[in-house]
């Protein structure tokens, strides 16, 4: 019976060893997984996912984030403002006011007047020519004054046409983000070409050294295959600096942070840019942000021009003041009668029998305006002309993207030719790799021509004035 108990002790001591070994065991375990994890997700946090932009999604960050697009928005502004600084001269004016001082004699303010305890003043240009063209400092409205209006209409125009500016600059914006995004496209995948470049370089070089040992190759050879792998490693460096640069460039215009990586996917201009045709020229001449602010510029010189040509009008001022006197300054001992409340209206009108400074602001607006004219026709010359040439350059660029996607197929189809002759053993492994990096040479001639293509065309609508529409 002893020997039983004992047995059966001895079982659940070693049933309870066992069971504190399988726990121990899966909480070590536990325990490792964790501190496994922990600096994975630390390493997660620390470095930033990739941001995968489109062409139309990397313009419309740039539209929100560039720093030339703001400045330009802050200009025009700015334009507008001060364009309301002359408006304001044509919006009545109103003023009160009160003062003390010491007198001697008889009581009067220093523009003559009679010393008032309380004051209010108003004064209204009807019509008032001359000083139409002047910025007047008085306080009163201007309701007619041709001079002064020419001027604010003028100053409208340049506000208008530094709007138009604001247009020029989002153009800009969006041509060289387009420019940028492409060239990146363009570049990566070169990279990933030459990438494979190098490792058909290297083979070359294995089996020529091979050969070489072999007594079948002269060293030259060896010094040529070399050569070519050092060449291949030269451009993978090149185009890596470029990549850095044109990264840096999109995150400063897109507003994504320095250390953002960035993805982008091989795509094309929308396909409203090759539907605009032969109608570009005119086009051009409707919508070029150019010539639009030139146009501006010669209505605001009109306008200018017709209010100096009004100066020989008469002015026509309405005044009206009102003085609340006082008798602590024994203004009444000056004068037979007192009034406490008085009130003055009138109106004034002056008629300019001659005007030297109006026939010399006629001749300087006229001058300004022959020459904002003159700015305006050579600038249509211009335009039309540019967008005829930058027309004969796309199509140029089509065809040498057509000559280098035949020179592509015609690499290809070498290929082709020479990995079956070495299936069949008739070619050593050589040949095949140098058809191959002239393959990847034609690949990369295609994709620096397709490239080009693409930079004439953004170059062809931004001139024409169409490249923002396109984004729409």
């Known amino acids: 019976m002893k020997k039983a108990r004992s047995h059966l002790y001895k079982i659940r001591v070693l049933l309870c ?39 139309k999604r990397a313009i419309e960050l740039a539209l929100q984030n560039s720093k030339d697009i703001q400045v330009a928005r802050l200009q025009a502004t700015f334009a507008d403002r001060s364009a309301m600084i002359t408006k304001a001269q044509f919006l009545p004016n109103l003023y009160a006011g009160s003062g003390a001082g010491f007198t001697y004699g008889i009581p009067e303010t220093p523009g003559g007047r009679a010393p008032a305890l309380f004051s209010v003043t108003y004064q209204e240009e009807v019509f008032n020519e001359p000083l139409r063209g002047l910025f007047s400092v008085t306080y009163q409205e201007e309701v007619f004054n041709e001079p002064l209006r020419g001027e604010a209409k003028e100053r409208q125009e340049l506000a208008r046409s530094q709007r138009i500016l604001l247009e020029d600059t989002r153009n800009s914006v ?12 363009m570049i990566r995948h070169s990279l990933d070409l030459l990438r494979k470049e190098q490792a058909s370089a290297d083979k070359i070089l294995e089996v020529t ?55 982008v996917a091989p795509e094309d201009l929308p396909g409203e840019a090759e539907q605009e045709g032969a ?33 020989y009008y008469p002015t026509l001022e309405f005044v009206g003041v009102y003085s609340l006197l006082g008798r602590f300054n024994n203004y009444d001992q000056f004068f ?46 211009e335009v039309s002309a540019a967008v005829r040439q930058k027309t004969r350059r796309l199509r140029e660029r089509d065809a040498a993207k057509e000559v ?61 004035g169409q490249l923002d529409k396109v984004w729409q």
């Open 17 to 55: 060893g066992l069971i504190l070994t399988v726990l121990l065991t899966a909480l070590s375990t536990h325990v490792r997984a964790q501190d496994a994890a922990a600096p994975q997700s630390s390493v997660s946090a620390t470095v930033a996912a990739p941001v995968a932009l489109t062409l």
């Open 174 to 185: 969006i041509a060289r983000t387009a420019a940028a995004y492409l060239e990146l496209v």
């Open 209 to 263: 050294q091979q050969r070489e040992k072999e007594n079948f190759e002269l060293p030259v050879e060896v010094t040529r295959s070399q050569l070519t792998k050092a060449r291949v490693v030269q451009r993978i460096l090149q185009l890596e600096g470029r990549q850095d640069e044109l990264e840096v460039f999109l995150r400063s215009q897109t507003g994504l942070a320095q250390d953002t990586a960035i993805e």
């Open 279 to 311: 109608n570009l020229v005119a086009m051009a001449m409707q919508t070029n942000t150019s010539l639009r602010a030139d146009e501006a510029d010669v209505r605001a010189k009109e306008f200018r021009l017709i209010g100096e040509k009004r100066g």
């Open 336 to 381: 037979k009668t007192f009034q406490r409340n008085n009130v003055n209206v009138g109106v004034q009108v002056q008629v300019p029998i001659f005007s030297a400074q109006t026939k010399a602001n006629i001749a300087l607006a006229e001058i300004n305006l022959r020459i904002a004219q003159t700015n305006l026709a050579n600038k249509k010359t």
């Open 404 to 464: 280098a996607r035949l020179e592509l197929q015609l690499a290809q189809q070498d290929v082709a030719v020479l990995q079956s002759q070495l299936d069949e053993g008739k070619i050593n492994l050589r040949e095949v790799e140098r058809s191959r990096l002239a393959e990847n040479e034609k690949w990369m001639l295609y994709l620096d021509a397709n490239f080009q293509r693409q930079q004439a065309q953004l170059d062809l609508l931004q001139t024409a």
